[in-house]
């Protein structure tokens, strides 16, 4: 888990599939790919995502049927539909079931970039706490609305700590975003943190680190 765009991307061609997935990293986007719908319906029910990109014939549980499911879980994850499939009652089907876009194979991946791109702002994935304010597509947190400075790496730790509120964090888990990880270390980052944004989080001794709830 990071502060990156994180987008699941359900697709059974594994050809296409990993070159989409090769085309998104590049773009920065953090990419979990699955090939059936049993699958999105597996991980989502313990992890977050921003973005959803469900191809519709897949294995198990079709993509629109997927997404209805997580629709009556009240999960409002924006969701593309990538598809070969053109006709009409299809298209329509697709945005009746919930789904934000509509993506036609073959597609131009430029477009699909720039699609994304303006899904992602007009959903806006800023992450609120109190008057601070993480804004994934940018990579900045504010607090009152001005900016503060922050390192890589201590906005990797916030990123953790602000997506799993209320959740302890296991230290080692932070260690994996940490240049030279040690438990001295994160006390040091965790501490800045503290102090320049005012955070009130916790430490579970031997464990990790949560960021209370408001």
């Known amino acids: 888990m990071n502060n990156k765009i994180k987008i699941l991307l359900l697709e059974d061609d594994n050809i296409l599939a990993q070159t989409m997935v090769q085309i998104l990293e590049q773009e920065n986007y953090d990419v979990t790919l699955v090939s059936d719908g049993q699958e999105v319906i597996d991980i989502t029910y313990e992890n977050k995502f921003d973005l959803y990109l469900f191809d519709i014939n897949v294995p198990l549980i079709s993509g629109m049927e997927t997404l209805k499911l997580l629709r009556d879980a009240e999960d409002n994850t924006p969701t593309f539909f990538i598809t070969a499939l053109r006709d009409i009652k299809t ?9 934000d876009d509509y993506i036609k194979k073959p597609f131009d991946l430029d477009e699909l970039l720039a699609r994304i791109q303006a899904t992602l702002k007009r959903k806006n994935p800023v992450i609120q706490y109190n008057d601070i304010s993480f804004d994934l597509l940018e990579n900045r947190v504010l607090k009152g609305g ?5 390192g890589n790496v201590e906005k990797e730790i916030f990123a953790l700590l602000i997506r799993n509120i209320n959740m302890t964090v296991d230290k080692s888990t932070f260690f994996d975003y940490m240049n030279k990880p040690s438990e001295t270390g994160l006390r040091v980052l965790i501490s800045k943190l503290k102090k320049v944004l005012d955070l009130n989080i916790t430490n579970t001794k031997g464990i990790g680190y949560k960021l209370e709830k408001l």
């Open 91 to 99: 298209t329509l089907e697709g945005f009746n079931c919930g789904c």
């Open 146 to 150: 001005n900016e503060v400075t922050l």
